[in-house]
């Protein structure tokens, strides 16, 4: 229940003559009220006007499994004239205070009206709602938040997702120690494919890249597309010689793997560099770079390490 909420409510109850809405706030005081209450409530105190139940015993209730009221039933109240009458009400907590229903009833034990029920079972319904809603936009938020990260044509982690577990990588090793290599592929001929073939044959290279390394990798490494042709690989806990052995075999299994008729225009270029230590992700990253530069100066489809 919110505040909007709370105070539909107590204009629905303005002009009644038998039925009553309070507002109170967490620390007793009334915060606003129509029909009845509004003459027998005190402004700053409500506590004094609570005879049985007590506020104290109110409001120190637990709300049950569910969004209705912290109790229903009798509630036997003073005036402002320390006349005692017993009404019917219904009592709600909310995040500023309660919200109390209240209907004059001549016998004690008088169930509420069909009218009040109606309320409360529309305010239970409206407030099933809005938790509905405001899960359903915090599972909306999680989504936008988790593909911001992801590149849309392979499924891998982009840029912003590289960036972020680099600096944790590399924070990990500095912390624990073990060797991490960085590895900068480039699809050699990919610029030819989406020239003359289109777009749309380029994207199908790079998801066939994208599935090469996958399934060469281990759930510990990592994983990203960082520009048109070019992705960087995270490999945790690997020496230099295991990187460029992995890289090997990513190169040959694409060029395996690469689709039919763009097979004899693309390859796989790769270069290596091991994290040292003292080394943040730029001075790594400009190394892997430089290797990639020197596979590609040797006339690519090859790797180099730095």
């Given at each position: ?93 909310w995040e500023r205070g309660f ?109 066939c890249f994208a599935r090469v ?87 690519g489809g090859r790797a180099e390490?730095?």
């Open positions: 229940m919110d505040e909007q909420t709370v105070r539909a409510v107590l204009e629905a109850f303005a002009g009644m003559g038998s039925a009553s809405a309070a507002s109170i706030s967490a620390e007793g005081r009334l915060a606003g009220a129509e029909g009845f209450l509004a003459d027998w409530l005190p402004r700053e105190d409500v506590s004094s006007a609570f005879r049985e139940p007590s506020w104290t015993r109110l409001r120190g209730v637990q709300p049950r499994a569910g969004e209705g009221p912290v109790y229903r039933g009798p509630v036997t109240l003073a005036d402002r004239r320390e006349v005692a009458q017993t009404v019917t009400g219904a009592l709600w907590r919200l109390l229903v209240a209907e004059r009833a001549p016998d004690d034990l008088e169930p509420m009206s069909k009218a009040t029920v109606r309320l409360s079972n529309e305010l239970a319904a409206a407030q099933r709602e809005l938790a509905d809603a405001r899960r359903a936009l915090t599972q909306r938020d999680e989504q936008v938040r988790v593909m911001s990260f992801v590149d849309g044509v392979t499924g891998l982690g982009n840029q912003e997702a590289f960036t972020r577990t680099l600096d944790a990588e590399i924070h990990r090793a500095g912390r624990y120690g073990g060797p991490l290599c960085l590895v900068l592929a480039a699809i050699d001929g990919l610029d030819g494919v989406a020239l003359h073939l289109g777009g749309g044959e380029a994207e199908v290279v790079l998801r390394v996958g399934g060469a990798l281990r759930k510990s490494d990592h994983v990203c597309r960082v520009g048109d042709d070019r992705f960087m690989l995270m490999l945790t806990h690997t020496p230099l010689a295991r990187a460029a052995a992995i890289t090997d075999r990513i190169r040959t299994a694409f060029a395996a793997a690469a689709p039919g008729m763009v097979a004899a225009s693309v390859a796989a270029s790769f270069g290596n560099a091991a994290w040292r230590e003292g080394d943040d992700a730029a001075a790594l990253v400009a190394r892997v770079e430089m290797a990639l530069e020197a596979a590609r100066a040797a006339g390490s730095a």
